[in-house]
């Protein structure tokens, strides 16, 4: 299996956990000139990959990675393959680049990758809808697996005082907007006893400018967290507002639920499709603030549990695991009939 990319968390946990896995993924190609581990921008998708490496796969799967790719050169990875006689599968993750303020050239890449994929997959019934009425394709919908590790699922959360409610701005993405989002969450938590807003941003250009535009409130800027920080930070969470405006999926939301924090995710894309959450009006044409103080005023009056656990999770990643190799065989008897 080519698998772009193959070393991110989404697809590692792609596989079976029985011990008896058939789907070998190819290690992510080494990136000329960036920190080991980086996958992107990846060689793999280039004709002149596949050509020298044809055979040396049954099957090529894109994830994601196209971001920089043009259509010419998708057409050209298009080709090559159907020279090679090797199926294209893609999954199709974000309908709407969570990275792009102009959706055209995200668009223009699955006007390419959809119509060309012997198999197309999303992850959600919403998203897959969106897709036949798009490209007339019809997606197997195969959810999101886990995104954090089974022997940390399954530790109890920790307690904390009050009631935290966070939102974090990253790197501050073209599909977020952290600031109007948290000026709204400190007037939710105004009115709640013992609740307090947290805000975090990444040490980098587009997290202090969120930083100066909220110096009055909790904002907390540092390097991108580490798995493992990543997860004491949310399971410190009592609910964590995604802020944003556009966007597809979101594996954050995956792993609050994961750990048990309650999410609070814009009605935009198909977030509420992959778990339970609650929800509030937000997207390009901007913010309702009673809905989203009144699902912050939800979440503290009645405290959801909703978590998944770790036998259910992993009953799903089997299912995942076997989801992915019959699509796998159906696209490789269509390349052979």
Known sequence: MASVPSGHVYIRHLSSLSGTESVLRLPDVRVEGAPAGQWWPPPMLTSAWIDAHAEEFDVFHVHFGFDDRTPEELRTVVSSLRVARRPLVVTVHDLRNPHHLDPTPHAAALDVLIPAADEVITLTHGAAAEIARRWSRVAVVIPHPHVVEFDRMALPRPSHEGFVVGVHAKSKRANSDP?????????????????????DAHDDAGGRAVAAELKDLDVRV???????????????????????????????????????????APRCGYYAEQAPCLRFDHDESGLDSASLIKAVHTAYHQRPTWRADTHSRAAQREAIAQAHIQTYHRAQSTVVA
Request: negative net charge.
């Open 179 to 199: 600031v109007a989002v948290a000026r709204v969450l400190a007037e939710a938590v105004a009115d709640l006893p013992g609740a307090r807003l947290r805000v």
């Open 222 to 264: 540092h390097a991108p967290f580490t798995d493992d920080e990543l997860w004491d930070y949310l399971s410190d969470l009592d609910i964590s507002v995604l802020p944003y405006r556009f966007g597809t999926h979101s594996g954050w939301l995956e792993a609050c639920h994961d750990l048990g924090t309650t999410v609070a």
